[in-house]
């Protein structure tokens, strides 16, 4: 398979539709199209599906980070206050670790 020409099929597919790719490829009809049409159809519907799981991700990511922050901030006996802010603090950085990568280095991303 030439990933040159799986390329320049992307470039093509792109402005399609998911339902239209979708269906496409689900026929998978090598008769209609080549093995790089149906690979970047592949590459195309697996960037959207990851692309549309990204902010549930995140929010996850910002609840643990959250609850990581509070339960840290309680352990240590913090005010009510602190123990607040700390959790604000750690959800706001658990889900943009998502979006930006080395914000947290050692990671809270997939």
Partial sequence: MDPNLVASMR????GK???ELRQAY?????ATW????LEAMRQILEERRHRGNKPLVALGGAV???MLGM???SWQGCTGGVILLAGMGGAVLG?????IPSLIPFGLRP
């Fill in 26 to 30: 689900d026929r998978g009809d090598n």
């Fill in 95 to 99: 889900a943009l670790s998502f979006y």
């Fill in 34 to 37: 080549s093995p790089e049409a």
């Fill in 11 to 14: 470039k093509d597919l792109q």
């Fill in 64 to 66: 643990l980070a959250g």
């Fill in 71 to 73: 339960g840290v901030t």
């Fill in 17 to 19: 539709s998911t339902a």
